[in-house]
Structure formats: C-alpha cells, structure tokens
C-alpha cells in the first residue's frame, strides 16, 4: 500500500504564491512518477503537471511558465509551486503516483485564489 499526503493549500488573492507538497510513504521503492492534478467544482479532473522517473516534468498549457513541479527524492516527496495565481486556478488539488502497476491518488488540498 502506499499513502499520498498533500499539503499547501489555502486562499490566496490574485497574484499571490503557494507551495503544495505530496509526501508519499508505503511500499515505494525506489523512483516513481508523480502528477498533480486539480478539480475545479462542476469540472473534470484536469491534469496540472507530472514528473516521471527520470525527472522529466510535463506542464498543461494554462500553468507553463506559472508552476514548477519539483521533487526530492530522499524524503518521496513533490511540490509544486505555484506563482502569479489566477481565479481560474481555483480546484481541489491532487497528487497521484504510478507504483507498480496502480495508480494512487491523495485526499487532496483545496486552492482557493479570490479576485
């Protein structure tokens, strides 16, 4: 089993920063890939960034150049950093993790950005 456990969020207005981290801890051995995802009410989970084994990180058009997805290896651990926050930003934020052959996903923290 392995447990995913975010952190980070909050309210922030427009413009402002934050730092989300997803401590992983269970049966992970080693490197695997990690994403952030987010839900905003009424929609679809969209993905936000991903960062497979070898460090290769992915970014959704909305957030390139915004976000930057970054882990450390010795505590299994990702965050990522959000800067210059819009309202559209606003979701509940997810990590996930490819362990193996199964997908794991956090509880999630909530990213609120007021105008």
């Known amino acids: 089993q392995v447990q995913l456990v975010e952190s980070g969020g909050g309210l922030v207005q427009t413009g402002g920063s934050l730092r989300l981290s997803c401590v992983a801890s269970g049966d992970i051995y080693g490197l695997t890939p990690m994403g952030w995802y987010r839900q905003a009410p009424g929609k679809q989970r969209e993905v936000v960034a991903t960062?497979?084994?070898?460090?290769?990180?992915n970014y959704a058009n909305s957030v390139k150049g915004r976000f930057t997805l970054s882990r450390d290896n010795a505590k299994n651990t990702v965050y990522l950093q959000m800067n210059s926050l819009k309202p559209e930003d606003t979701a509940v934020y997810y990590c996930?993790?490819?362990?193996?052959?199964?997908?794991?996903w956090g509880q999630g923290t909530q990213v609120t950005v007021s105008s």
């Open positions: 960062i497979t084994s070898s460090g290769r990180t």
């Open positions: 996930n993790a490819l362990v193996r052959t199964v997908l794991y």
